[in-house]
């Protein structure tokens, strides 16, 4: 069977990650012929083991193939997936990728519409297969789990006590990017009474860490990264989006518990109370009092670690994962395709409802050049009053300077020079001793002033 | 059940005995009114001796243990073909097809706690699949082994509620998701008679978890109706099992223990000092 994923690029990244494993599975245990078609930059190439095997080439290349199934596997793919000539069309769906996206940017529709594509749909949570079968109702969706490389996370063989010291807190996630609540993660961290150790595993290298991280290391490999789960008691993720939520189970597989928001992917494995803790919604003391609570019963703290361990015990290998992968695409190829006008009412009502959106958000943008414009008139009108006056006093300015230089070129002003050489000399100090006398001084005034006014 | 056997004999916990005994009885109206019967991953056949009372015409049994089809024969009393095929190769399962597609009708395909034992499980599915469009009735079963964490060694693969959703979009639309649940509970007689009386499952707790799921599809699998194994226990075997099991245990703690000290002797006794010349 031959089979493409679709890629935007082949940077090293969690989404791709997956897909890079299920082409190697699908290539080395199911004899099919995988080939990765990356749509968008060249750069980046995934150095990875893992490619053996399985051809890469960009979408010029595959527009001239054929395959028995081309399958899209992040939104943007899914616009040049009827480019690549197949049996099939499919869609390997993540996450709901436009939830990635804040109010009102466009992404949030181009993302959303690929949800209604008449395609067989894969995705790897429960919460999006079922949201999958209402969006496109008819479509073939099958659920397939991210496999764990067990040789890069090997399941511990027995946990370590954690009986005294810090709590060892490990975050990890990308600071700028907002759904992934590193900043709420560092609040946390700010309310806790109890003694820890922070550790925030971040790729992102500009960032400047808060006071309460005690060590930032990253970017990391997964061997690192398992090696950090290892030595932390518990992974605090205060996501918002999540697909499958892939780390804290990567952290079971170490020995760590995790503090979690109830975020979507967090029901495939996490049960409260049994290997891990689920805290409400920005509920960031409380949050910080389940750490506490970690920090002071090590009993319990051992007992989600080790149930952690027995979780990460039963979930699946890559081979296991790769074995339903290769049982989905044979389905979608042995069975007809789906009706594309089971979508198309979905699709036409997103488009609809997207530009609804839109035209709100541009009737606001409207509403808001008005108002800027009426302030930009008022302050033009402001602007103009304040001018008129400059020119004002520019004028009143100028009359004053031509009545000073008529003064000062005047035949008085030049005799009024010479009184006033004359009084700074010999004659001045003379006329000072004489000036003491008020009847003089008021003769002097008189005299001055009919001098200098006629 | 949680167990780290790979196949039932003589030996085994009676209580997980019975646990294989209820499936098969689960599928014996079936396989009683088929024309052929292939039992997949037979093993000894302990269980299905006890629980399939009367045989088809034809009986398939396959395993990949030469020594496990030949008990099997055994224990069914013979008529039965044998044969030893490895379900997760290409080539068995084209031969399995094969048989399956020239058998004669109706056919009934048993393969109880087989599919978890297979390094990859996809072909034999399809293959399954394929017979169920064709007209043969499945029943499989695989443990819900995620949800006490264990790992028996045999089992190449994981299975729990998530891993069977999965199989769902796979599977034909009238497949039916069935589930095993161990009973427990005890049984009063008047006249301490231990004769089995009428079984009934008295309630279920809130915290039921399925120790198996049984999955079925075929155009007869609709009538295939709840099925409660429950005899009364046979604790004269399940003395004998757990005492036997407390003993080789106690034994093999014990050696390991004389292992161990001798392995240290070893380690810290400084090698002898050969005579200087």
Not at chain 1, 116 to 122: D, E, G
Not at chain 1, 174 to 202: M, N, Y
Not at chain 2, 180 to 194: N, R
Request: charged residues 25%.
């Amino acid at each position: 069977m031959k089979v493409c994923f679709l890629l935007n690029d082949l940077a090293l990244s969690g989404g791709t990650g997956v897909v890079v494993e299920h082409a190697h599975q699908l290539a080395t245990q199911h004899d099919m012929e995988v080939t990765l078609v990356v749509c968008g930059s060249q750069d980046g190439a995934w150095d990875y083991r893992r490619l053996a095997g399985v051809r890469v080439i960009d979408l010029a290349e595959a527009r001239r193939d054929r395959f028995d199934v081309a399958v899209a596997t992040w939104w943007r793919t899914a616009y040049d997936l009827f480019d690549v000539p197949a049996e099939r069309h499919a869609y390997f769906v993540q996450s709901l990728e436009e939830r990635f996206y804040e109010r009102f940017a466009t992404e949030r529709l181009t993302a959303a519409l690929t949800h209604t594509l008449p395609v067989a749909f894969i995705t790897e949570a429960r919460w999006i297969r079922d949201l999958l079968v209402a969006f496109a109702p008819g479509a073939q969706v099958h659920y397939v789990r991210n496999g764990i490389d067990k040789e890069v996370f090997p399941v511990v063989h027995e946990v370590s006590r954690s009986a005294e010291g810090r709590l060892r807190i490990l975050l990890e996630g990308h600071p700028e990017v907002w759904f992934k609540g590193i900043d709420e993660s560092v609040e946390v961290l700010r309310q806790l009474t109890e003694p820890f150790q922070a550790t925030l595993v971040t790729g992102a290298t500009g960032y400047q860490s808060p006071e309460v991280v005690h060590r930032r290391v990253g970017p990391l490999t997964q061997r690192e990264l398992a090696k950090e789960y290892a030595e932390h008691d518990v992974v605090l993720k205060m996501s918002r989006v999540e697909g499958m939520y892939g780390p804290p189970l990567e952290a079971f597989h170490r020995g760590a518990t995790v503090v979690t928001t109830p975020v979507t992917g967090h029901d495939e494995y996490v049960e409260h109370g049994w290997n891990g803790l689920v805290a409400d919604w920005d509920d960031l003391r409380g949050t910080a009092r389940f750490l506490d609570l970690l920090a002071r019963d090590r009993v319990l703290l051992h007992r989600l670690r080790r149930n952690a361990v027995d979780t990460a015990r039963a979930w699946p290998s890559w081979d296991q994962a790769g074995d339903v992968m290769a049982g989905a695409l044979r389905a979608i190829v042995e069975r007809p395709m789906a009706d594309p006008r089971q979508g198309a009412a979905r699709m036409l009502g997103d488009i609809l409802a997207g530009t609804v959106e839109q035209g709100l958000e541009r009737r606001q943008l409207i509403v808001e050049i008005h108002e800027r414009r009426r302030e930009v008139d008022h302050l033009q009108g402001e602007l103009a009053k304040v001018k008129g006056q400059i020119d004002d006093y520019h004028a009143q300015l100028l009359a004053k300077g031509d009545e000073l230089s008529a003064v000062v070129h005047s035949p008085r002003w030049a005799y009024g020079g010479a009184v006033q050489r004359l009084l700074g000399g010999r004659m001045g100090r003379a006329m000072g001793r004489l000036l003491e006398h008020p009847v003089a001084r008021r003769s002097l005034r008189r005299a001055l002033l009919r001098l200098t006014s006629g | 059940m949680t167990h780290w056997e790979e196949r039932i004999d003589g030996a085994t916990d009676p209580a997980l005995v019975d646990d294989h005994v209820a499936r098969y009885a689960f599928a014996a109206p079936l396989v009683r009114t088929s024309a052929t019967w292939v039992d997949l991953g037979c093993g000894n056949a302990v269980a299905a001796a006890r629980a399939i009372d009367q045989r088809p015409e034809r009986t398939v049994l396959v395993d990949v243990s030469a020594e496990a089809v030949a008990a099997a024969a055994r224990e069914l009393g013979g008529g039965a073909e044998t044969h030893v095929r490895d379900l997760a190769d290409a080539e068995d399962l084209a031969w399995l097809s094969e048989l399956l597609a020239g058998a004669a009708s109706p056919i009934c395909v048993t393969a109880f706690e087989v599919v978890e034992h297979l390094e990859h499980f996809d072909g034999l599915l399809r293959c399954l699949v394929q017979a169920s469009e064709n007209g043969a009735d499945v029943v499989l079963s695989v443990p819900n082994d995620a949800f006490w964490g264990t790992q028996n060694p045999y089992h190449r693969t994981i299975w729990s509620a998530p891993a069977i959703d999965e199989l769902r979009s796979m599977l034909p639309p009238e497949t039916r998701f069935g589930a095993q649940y161990e009973l427990s509970g005890s049984w009063v007689t008047p006249d301490g008679d231990a004769q089995p009386g009428p079984a009934a499952v008295a309630g279920r707790g809130s915290g039921a978890v399925p120790s198996q799921f049984v999955l079925s599809f075929g155009p007869r699998v609709a009538d295939a109706e709840p099925v409660a194994a429950v005899r009364v226990a046979d604790w004269a075997a399940r003395r004998r099992w757990e005492r036997q099991r407390e003993a080789d245990l106690a034994y093999f703690a014990d050696e390991i223990e004389v292992l161990r000290r001798r392995l240290r002797e070893a380690t810290t006794t400084p090698p002898s000092q050969e005579p200087m010349a």
